[in-house]
């Protein structure tokens, strides 16, 4: 099992250039099974989760290959609508291929994703929004089978603005007969650039990135050449880096928009921000202010950004809260974090940051993507020697994450 190894206490300093989105780039890969075409994706991120994507659809029939960074994916022959049981279960986005499939083929079978390391993770809103779309559903075992005589466009009312199930019921609508409309749908830079990626292939859809979706549903897409957006998430894992270690760093290829939840955030802690063309740039003072934080769905502060922001609020003085309002199963990285000295405790959806206490190296554990990240930077902060196992689950989400942080003067290395 490969490791990062890290010696704390390099001020991180530098320039990088943040790579596509991982949250975007996985439902465009699964909307090219509509076109029956060809696509070209370009800046696509080269992380574990897109190679089991294009493994999924490999076994489906697809033809795909890398040209540099942009994805080539041929969907004109399906051989099957049956998905992959262990692809399926490497990678719980892979529910929305269903709703990609049910446009393509009106039949899939997949088996139930699961749960997840972030907790029980439903995907009741999907398939209740499938089946007001005349998709009859029946589950055998762990498998769940859909099948459609004729997609129908419907009114669809979430009770939750779920981004996967917004994502599958697009997915699904765009060639059924009629109108959907999806209420209460939602909102993150993820949902409009499926939607740009859709119109892109000749789609008919409106409104995504507000809670109202519309949806007309056409016969035929065509191929389309797309460049997905700049992944926010880790544009906002490397500021944090930066200011963990009271460093300055410039970040090409982000969208201001997009990641304002996490700086706005970053500047009430005392951190100097400037916007450039497609980038900014950021400065830390000495002392950071400790501040509280509550996780929404977007525009609010990103669940995927809690782990990162708990581990930088260990370096601050004041005691401090984090509101988990998204996933059960989100402090997984306080007992690591303890490990290293860390003074955290957890009631409920709520984790208390009992003020700065000093890191200290040791062996510490990766248990999902955000988290592994978020103890990196703790390793860049810590006295002596950090070893992170477990590094698949960062590697699910960040192309080079050890070659990224080196750049900016860490001492990182990856142990095979
Ligand atoms: C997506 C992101 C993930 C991010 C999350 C929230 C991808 C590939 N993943 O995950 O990184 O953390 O959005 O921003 O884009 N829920 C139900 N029933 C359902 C579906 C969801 O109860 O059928 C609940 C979930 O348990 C969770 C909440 O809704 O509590 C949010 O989930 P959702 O927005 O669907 O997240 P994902 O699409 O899985």
Redesign the pocket.
């Not at 990641?259 to 900014?280: F, P, R, S, Y």
């Not at 950004?305 to 984090?322: G, N, P, W």
């Given at each position: 099992m490969s490791q990062y190894v890290i010696e704390g206490g390099k001020r991180l300093e530098g320039e990088l250039q943040i790579e596509g989105s991982?949250?975007a780039v996985?439902p465009i890969i699964a909307a090219t099974l509509l076109n029956e075409d060809i696509t070209y994706i370009r800046n696509c991120p080269k992380i574990s989760d897109v190679k089991i994507m294009i493994q999924i659809l490999k076994e489906l029939g697809c033809h795909i290959e890398w040209q540099d960074h942009t994805l080539v994916i041929d969907t004109r022959h399906l051989a099957t609508y049956v998905l992959n049981e262990s692809l399926v279960k490497k990678m719980?986005?892979s529910i929305i291929l269903l709703g990609a499939l049910m446009g393509r083929c009106g039949e899939a079978q997949i088996n139930r994703p699961g749960g997840c390391q972030l907790?029980?993770?439903?995907?009741?809103?999907?398939l209740d929004a499938l089946e007001k779309m005349n998709v009859m559903i029946s589950e055998m075992d762990e498998a769940i089978y859909c099948k459609t005589l004729h997609l129908q466009g419907a009114t669809i009312n979430l009770k939750?603005?779920?981004?996967?199930?917004t994502e599958n019921i697009m997915l699904a609508a765009v060639r059924s007969e009629g109108i959907t409309v999806i209420h209460n749908a939602?909102r993150?830079p993820?949902i409009i650039d499926l939607q740009d990626f859709l119109i892109a292939c000749g789609a008919k859809i409106k409104g995504a990135g507000t809670p109202t979706i519309l949806i007309q549903g056409v016969k035929k897409l065509r191929g389309a050449s797309y460049e997905v957006i700049p992944d926010r998430i880790i544009a906002g894992t490397y500021l944090a880096a930066a200011a963990m270690t009271r460093g300055s760093i410039r970040l090409k290829n982000v969208c201001y928009a997009h990641v304002k939840a996490i700086t706005d955030k970053l500047e009430m802690m005392g951190c100097k921000m400037v916007q450039e063309n497609n980038g900014l740039v950021l400065s830390t003072p000495q002392i950071l202010r400790g501040i509280d934080i509550v996780t929404e769905?977007y525009p609010g502060f990103?669940?995927?950004m809690q782990s990162q922001m708990m581990t930088l609020l260990c370096t601050c003085k004041e005691s401090t809260t984090i509101k988990e309002n998204?996933?059960e199963a989100r402090f997984k990285i306080v007992d690591e974090l303890k490990k290293m000295g860390a003074d955290i405790e957890v009631k409920g959806c709520t984790a208390y940051i009992n003020g700065y206490k000093p890191l200290y190296g040791t062996t510490i554990c990766a248990k999902d993507l955000r988290g592994g990240a978020a103890l990196v930077l703790a390793g860049l902060v810590a006295e002596g020697t950090t070893t992170v196992e477990h590094i698949e689950h960062v590697e699910r989400g960040y192309q080079n994450i050890v070659a990224d942080l080196s750049k900016l003067g860490a001492k990182i290395q990856e142990r095979k």
């Amino acid at each position: 099992m490969s490791q990062y190894v890290i010696e704390g206490g390099k001020r991180l300093e530098g320039e990088l250039q943040i790579e596509g989105s991982k949250n975007a780039v996985l439902p465009i890969i699964a909307a090219t099974l509509l076109n029956e075409d060809i696509t070209y994706i370009r800046n696509c991120p080269k992380i574990s989760d897109v190679k089991i994507m294009i493994q999924i659809l490999k076994e489906l029939g697809c033809h795909i290959e890398w040209q540099d960074h942009t994805l080539v994916i041929d969907t004109r022959h399906l051989a099957t609508y049956v998905l992959n049981e262990s692809l399926v279960k490497k990678m719980r986005s892979s529910i929305i291929l269903l709703g990609a499939l049910m446009g393509r083929c009106g039949e899939a079978q997949i088996n139930r994703p699961g749960g997840c390391q972030l907790g029980a993770r439903p995907i009741d809103l999907h398939l209740d929004a499938l089946e007001k779309m005349n998709v009859m559903i029946s589950e055998m075992d762990e498998a769940i089978y859909c099948k459609t005589l004729h997609l129908q466009g419907a009114t669809i009312n979430l009770k939750f603005p779920s981004v996967g199930a917004t994502e599958n019921i697009m997915l699904a609508a765009v060639r059924s007969e009629g109108i959907t409309v999806i209420h209460n749908a939602a909102r993150e830079p993820e949902i409009i650039d499926l939607q740009d990626f859709l119109i892109a292939c000749g789609a008919k859809i409106k409104g995504a990135g507000t809670p109202t979706i519309l949806i007309q549903g056409v016969k035929k897409l065509r191929g389309a050449s797309y460049e997905v957006i700049p992944d926010r998430i880790i544009a906002g894992t490397y500021l944090a880096a930066a200011a963990m270690t009271r460093g300055s760093i410039r970040l090409k290829n982000v969208c201001y928009a997009h990641v304002k939840a996490i700086t706005d955030k970053l500047e009430m802690m005392g951190c100097k921000m400037v916007q450039e063309n497609n980038g900014l740039v950021l400065s830390t003072p000495q002392i950071l202010r400790g501040i509280d934080i509550v996780t929404e769905p977007y525009p609010g502060f990103p669940t995927d950004m809690q782990s990162q922001m708990m581990t930088l609020l260990c370096t601050c003085k004041e005691s401090t809260t984090i509101k988990e309002n998204l996933f059960e199963a989100r402090f997984k990285i306080v007992d690591e974090l303890k490990k290293m000295g860390a003074d955290i405790e957890v009631k409920g959806c709520t984790a208390y940051i009992n003020g700065y206490k000093p890191l200290y190296g040791t062996t510490i554990c990766a248990k999902d993507l955000r988290g592994g990240a978020a103890l990196v930077l703790a390793g860049l902060v810590a006295e002596g020697t950090t070893t992170v196992e477990h590094i698949e689950h960062v590697e699910r989400g960040y192309q080079n994450i050890v070659a990224d942080l080196s750049k900016l003067g860490a001492k990182i290395q990856e142990r095979k």
